[in-house]
Nanobody
């Protein structure tokens, strides 16, 4: 069982910045990668950014050059630095861990943290 705890969401004006954090805890798991998804009201959940434990990253086109994902493998923590935020970035942001529990693959989701960007 892997438990993910997210923090750092909130209300910010357009052009502002926020930093999301997500820490994984539990036993008998190894991390392959972590990522951030978001879901805005009335829209489908979408992948915002992902990072492997080796540091390879990928981003949603609309957040490239504004968002930066990073990982601290020793702390099992992933971060999402969000700059130049826009109202369209408003959504619930979810942390996801992809890993292994022994021979079995696992995927765990956090509870979500609200990000609201006012215009």
């Amino acid at each position: 069982q892997v438990h993910l705890v997210e923090s750092g969401g909130g209300l910010v004006q357009a052009g502002g910045s926020l930093r999301l954090s997500c820490t994984a805890s539990g036993s008998k798991f190894s991390t392959i990668g972590m990522s951030w998804y978001r879901q805005a009201p009335g829209k489908q959940r979408e992948l915002v950014a992902g990072i492997t434990n080796g540091g390879s990253t990928n981003y949603l086109d609309s957040v490239k050059r504004r968002f930066t994902i990073s990982i601290d493998n020793a702390k099992n923590t992933v971060y999402l630095e969000m700059n130049n935020l826009k109202p369209e970035d408003t959504a619930v942001y979810y942390c996801v861990l992809d890993g292994q529990n022994g021979p079995d693959p696992l995927r765990s989701w956090g509870q979500g943290t609200q990000v609201t960007v006012s215009s």
